[in-house]
């Protein structure tokens, strides 16, 4: 138990992160800013826009060894660019289709609406994407012992 | 092979308390493409800045990236400071340590892992920075305004008075728009044509404003700084320079025993076929309505030509289409009433009686068909109990529309005053749902219509009308009461919704704005950009936008004027730098970067091979609409649409480095 | 006074009659426009509140529920397309189901006395179901010149026409409206 | 000419077996032909969807799917069948699914896309029929103005019925002006007559009634003519009439229609004193 544990320790799941520079970034920013604590397995890439967010870059992402691929942006209706985040919604739920239907895992992907105000939101999304990872490793791992 | 130089911020000790700087700066300084890594406490200070400028020189850096806050908060700073020292702004990239990091982590060893490997990923999306420049764009100074309502009389006397040359087109002969239309206005109850009319005046007096009445606008091309519009002027067949107002025309003209409902009296008195719309009209002078002409329908009358003592009738004349540039347009076109036709419960137009609140405007006022004097039209008898229904049409998703149309409530408060100042025998009664009275002195004002004018509000609405003898049987309810209520009125005046112009789509399909669900004109944002439309350069003002009273349509009117002096005022105007592109080599002419982009920012065209010596059709985009977004380039499966600053490399390899990079080995020292 | 505390009937009621009660914007069409208004003593815009603010009891109880015609006025010119209609039977089933039906108003016991002939024959036969309506409201003797003079005109048949498919309605009836306690 | 499956629901066997047989008797005349549905039943009235939607649902359906079996377009004489029996029909045509299944449940069948459902008056107005009335030379009638009523379950609700304008229908107006009659502008064609509470609330109605009939009388109509067996029987015996005053005859559009056709009154189950020609006070040339 105390083996599998240290491993884990060791390989910290990695989640790439797409931030829409209006909403979700600033939204990220926010909860920096309230000194919110949550897990440092994040890696950001900003982009103007959800709607700048090819699905290969996801793909791509899980390919290369993500553990897990979070997309974010502004809430529906709210885009910087007026429709931005509605291309970006019809081509990620298409994605998601593709991923579930593939088989990757649901704890390996997530699609979010986050605004500039919901900081401790940011937080939480985090947070609940680690647990999930560990949660799920931790029982693969359970199950080769 | 770029030189990148990489200064790593300790934002005092809100980054150097959980990141631990120098390690980072030292795994840093063996990337690739580094040639240069340091670490300052404040790095946005003025030593900080002077250190990178100088750091810049000593190591010939191409690429600077800054790890210290969010870019939100100092982007500019660093690239105004590069700047300075003669790089490229845009070849300036700042990686987020604080806010993103040692901000939210209290694991130091783990902020510090994240902090490298969030610089890696910077480094290795910098490397393909390219420089960038903003296209200086001139401005025409010169501004269009579509609606010759109060909104866009107001807002083309405020740029005029900026110093700015204005042509104000308005499709109807006349302008003053719908306020033109009314007796007196809530709350003050002053005088419309009192408070209008001098405005009208100023209007056609502006040396900076150049009045098209019976005009259209059928087309607009360009962009902000440089639009270019078609202007319809519909011929008058009358000769404006000329003409003096003096009405002999109309006086004789045969074709009133015709019956041609005035469309300003909202139909309830008629008009010649040769005819000003108002007495106050503004020009004053007349426009043949060729479809009710006897001449131009049977070839036999000219009496108005006859008659016309300075001979300024013209048969001839033709539609004129005038080319124009502008560098802002503002959109003031305002807003129709609703037929409330559709309320067969209300008797669906078969009941003279049954009127709308702009028709009882037309009715009360002194320069209306009655002269001011109250008369149910069925008899032009006084009406002794008059019947106000609220909400016709509006907060009705079953027949009408969803929302409030925000003014009824308040006409409806006037009209009843009005009549109760008028007649005050006559009875009033009022049915309402709820009392949207938010402006100033508005709550004020139906409270005096309460109490001081004895007007009758019932809460309920109305769910029958139905004659009996000569009266109307009104049966509504009283919710408050928890009864029904019948009313035996003379009249009954429906509160019917406002809602967008008749045409408001193809206005806005020729001008490329967009549209709410309801039709109304979009703004650019609902409380930050209320007057500015997303596509930029175009300005709405006025109830186009959403219903307004009078104070909120001039307010409008006077920001979006303000915005379009602001613009008017540069001699130039500098374009987004971080825009797409389109490869024509790559671009395989699929078009559905056309079809997404929100701002209409890409065309097709096609494009000659220089090589291959072959015409194809390609996408390309003007850099000067282009706003950024990048969605073009997520669309485009050939990757030939790219967004600069944001190209498809340099997010692959931002991941690649996300994903492979160990910070644990690379601060402990092992090289990449 | 009305207590407020969470209440599953405005839920109960959009499920069984497909309205969304909270659409309503208390305008009072309805009221204005029912023909039964002035006999209820709840008014069909106040049912509807009602249902908002979970008051299962009055309406469950009411007489009101039971002097709707369903001549549906309500639901054709409600500006929200809440149809009053719609919830009233809704609020019908339940107050039978909960054996809380108001039967001074007799309405209870005709609809049953009317359905429990239809399941018997397949058709409602009307004398019969006039018959057991009198029988349970001991309102023996209204209308009873009018009855016959129906009867004289051979309107009111002695004779019930029976389908041969009876199972099936008296199931649906039986199955469907639950145990009636009424 | 156009053939239907015909529901006559219970009314039109007992206490209006005048509209039943008026109703055949004028189809015959004018070709349209009616096949009974077998084995119908009865649609539930109010009765069952004050029960619930479930019974409501399923009864109205078994009738709907009885006539889809047939593959013939139903057509019910009586308002309230046909707002019930539309009504189903519009839930198994585009209904929610569990909805549907609940009725498949119930019925212990498959359900399917159902056939038309039309009210009487709607087969009247069929363009061929139409043309063919049009072209009859009518009997005179012995009145020359009636009050159309048309009541509550044939326009409402106008999304379920699609019945003509809900506010001011003039489906019956048209066919009674092809009789020759002269029809009323009045404003209760479609008021509430209080039908469903005939039997338990019978004080209540009269109030509804008076109403309707002195709309009608002010209006000047000699007759009321109705489509809805619940409102001619209603209107006809809860109609209080004071001293000295004849009461408002209440007759089916069959009935009229029958009689314009030249059938006999006795065969349109028309009361005798009806067919004598009145000529109204003051009124020249009143009576044809
Ligand atoms: C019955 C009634 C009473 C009211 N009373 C009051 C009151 O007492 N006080 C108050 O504050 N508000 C009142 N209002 C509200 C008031 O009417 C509006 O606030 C005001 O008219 C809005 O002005 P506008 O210029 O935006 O639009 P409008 O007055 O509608 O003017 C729009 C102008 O644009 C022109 N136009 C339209 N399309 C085109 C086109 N494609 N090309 C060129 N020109 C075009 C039209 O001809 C018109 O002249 C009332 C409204 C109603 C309906
Ligand atoms: C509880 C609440 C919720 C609201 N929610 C919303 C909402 O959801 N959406 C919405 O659109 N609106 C909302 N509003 C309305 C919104 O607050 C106002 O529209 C907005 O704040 C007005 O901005 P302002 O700049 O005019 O005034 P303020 O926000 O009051 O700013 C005035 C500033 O001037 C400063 N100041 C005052 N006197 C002086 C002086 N003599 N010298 C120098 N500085 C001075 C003050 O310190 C203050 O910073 C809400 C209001 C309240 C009370
Ligand atoms: S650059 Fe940013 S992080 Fe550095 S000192 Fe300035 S504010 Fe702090
Ligand atoms: S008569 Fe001539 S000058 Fe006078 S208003 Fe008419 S057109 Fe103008
Ligand atoms: S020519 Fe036309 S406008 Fe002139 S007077 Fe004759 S009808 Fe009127
Ligand atoms: S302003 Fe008043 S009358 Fe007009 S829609 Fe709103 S609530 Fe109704
Ligand atoms: S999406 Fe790409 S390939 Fe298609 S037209 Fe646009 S740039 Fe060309
Ligand atoms: S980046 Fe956005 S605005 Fe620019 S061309 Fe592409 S889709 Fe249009
Ligand atoms: S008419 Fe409709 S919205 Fe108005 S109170 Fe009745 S149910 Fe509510
Ligand atoms: S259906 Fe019932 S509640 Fe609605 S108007 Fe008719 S009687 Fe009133």
Known sequence: MEAVQAQHEDKRPKIVAFLCNWCSYAGADLAGSGRMDYPANLRVIRVPCSGRVDPLFVLKALEQGADAVLVSGCHPGDCHYAKGNYYARRRLTALLELLEFTGVPPHKYRFEWVSASEGKEFAQVIREMVEALNAAEQKAAMAHV | ???????????????????????????????????????????????????????????????????????????????????????????????????????????????????????????????????????????????????????????????????????????????????????????????????????????????????????????????????????????????????????????????????????????????????????????????????????????????????????????????????????????????????????????????????????????????????????????????????????????????????????????????????????????????????????????????????????????????????????????????????????????????????????????????????????????????????????????????????????????????????????????????????????????????????????????????????????????QVNANVCMGCGTCAAACFSGAAQLAGFRDEQVFDEIATAVFVDAAAALAGESE | MIRLRGSSLPGEIEALSGQRVFDCNQCAKCTAGCPMSFAMDIQPNQMIRLVQLGQADRLLRSKAIWLCSSCETCAARCPMSVSVAEVVDALRQLSRERGMADRSTGAPQFHQAFLDSVARHGRAHELEAIGVYKAKTRRFFDDIGLGIRMFRQGKLSLLPHRIQDRDVIRRIIRQSSGSSKT | MPAYSYFPGCSLSGTSKEYGASTVEVCRALGIELTELEDWNCCGATSGHSASREVADALGARNVLLATDMGLDLVAPCAACYNRTKRAANVLAEGDAARKQRIAELLGRPVREPVRVLHLLEVFSHEEVAERLGGRAMQPLPVSKVAAYYGCLLVRPPKETGFDDPENPQTMDRLLRLCGLETCDWYFKNECCGASHSIPQSSVVLTLVDRIIRNARAAGAEWIVTACPLCQVNLDTRQQVALGEEPLPVLYITQVLGLALGLSPKSLGVPEQLMIPRVPAGAAGGGR
């Not at chain 2, 120098?22 to 890594?37: D, E, I, T, W, Y």
């Not at chain 2, 309502?149 to 083309?156: D, R, W």
């Not at chain 2, 009078?550 to 004027?561: Q, R």
């Open chain 2, 1 to 619: 092979m770029a030189r990148i130089g990489v200064f790593v911020c300790h934002c005092g000790t809100n980054i150097a308390k959980n990141v631990d700087v120098s390690r980072v700066v030292a795994a840093v300084g063996r990337l690739p493409n580094v040639v240069h890594a340091t670490e300052y406490k404040y790095m946005c200070s003025e030593p900080g800045q002077q250190m990178i400028r100088q750091a810049m020189e000593e190591h010939k850096l191409d690429r600077v990236v800054v790890a210290a806050c969010s870019p939100h908060l100092h982007e500019r700073t660093f690239r105004a400071c590069a700047s300075q020292a003669g790089l490229n702004p845009y070849l300036v990239e700042m990686c987020n340590i604080r806010e993103q990091c040692s901000w939210c982590h209290k694991d130091p060893e783990r902020a510090t892992q994240r902090a490298y490997e969030q610089i890696a990923m910077t480094v290795a999306k910098a490397y393909y920075d390219q420089p960038l420049t903003q296209n200086r764009l001139p401005v025409e100074r010169r501004a269009l305004v579509i609606g010759g309502g109060i909104a866009g009389i107001q807002a083309a006397l405020d740029i005029a008075d900026a110093g700015h040359p204005v042509v104000l087109v308005e499709r109807s002969p006349s302008i003053g728009g719908r306020m033109a239309q009314f007796d007196k206005t809530f709350p003050t109850l002053d005088c419309s044509a009192c408070i209008l009319t001098p405005k009208m005046v100023d209007v056609a007096a502006h040396p900076n404003i150049t009045l098209r009445t019976y005009a259209e606008v059928e087309e607009l091309n360009g962009f902000v700084g440089n639009f270019e519009a078609k202007i319809r002027l519909k011929a008058r067949s009358v000769r404006l320079e000329e003409c003096k107002g003096c009405g002999e025309c109309w006086e004789r003209c045969p074709a009133k025993r015709q019956n041609i409902p005035s469309e300003f009296d909202a139909g309830l008195s008629t008009r010649a076929a040769i005819y000003t719309p108002f007495p106050q009209a503004v020009p004053n002078v007349p426009v043949i309505d060729r479809e009710h002409c006897l001449y131009f329908q049977t070839g036999k009358c000219g009496v108005c030509a006859k008659r016309c003592p300075v001979g300024c009738i013209d048969f001839e004349m033709q539609d004129e289409i005038l080319t124009e540039r502008f560098g802002a347009v503002v959109v003031a076109t305002g807003f129709d009433v609703m037929d409330p036709r559709v309320y067969g419960e209300y008797g669906g137009g078969q009941y003279a009686n049954v009127i709308t609140g702009l028709e009882f405007e037309r009715l009360m006022n002194a320069s209306g068909p009655t002269g001011g004097h109250l008369v149910r039209p069925s008899d032009h008898k006084e009406p002794k109990t008059v019947v106000f229904v609220q909400c016709v049409g509006s907060r009705d998703q079953d027949k009408g529309h969803e929302y409030c149309s925000r003014v009824c409530c308040m006409y409806t408060a006037k009209h009843a005053t009005l009549l109760k100042d008028k007649m005050p025998d006559a009875e009033a009664y009022v049915f309402y749902i709820d009392i949207r009275a938010t402006g100033k002195n508005y709550e004020e004002f139906i409270l005096r219509a309460q109490r001081d004018y004895g007007v009758r509000y019932l809460r309920g609405r109305v769910s029958r009308i139905y004659p009996e003898g000569d009266r109307l049987i009104v049966r509504g309810a009283d919710s408050l009461a928890g009864e029904q209520i019948e009313v035996a009125a003379d009249l009954v005046v429906l509160a019917a919704a406002a809602e967008p112009r008749a045409g408001a789509r193809e206005v806005a399909q020729m001008l490329g704005i967009g549209q709410d669900k309801d039709g109304f004109f979009s703004e650019a944002h609902p409380k930050l950009r209320p007057v500015e439309n997303l596509t930029a350069g175009i300005f709405i003002a006025g109830a186009c936008q959403f219903i307004k009273d009078i104070p909120d349509a001039v307010a409008s009117a006077s920001a979006a004027a303000a915005k379009v002096a602001g613009l008017l005022a540069k001699d130039h105007l500098l374009s987004e730098a971080q825009v797409a592109s389109v490869d024509p080599v790559a671009c395989r002419g699929c078009l559905q970067c056309v079809r997404i982009c929100p701002f209409s920012a890409i065309e097709e065209t096609t494009w000659k091979d220089p090589i291959e010596r072959i015409e194809k059709r390609v996408a």
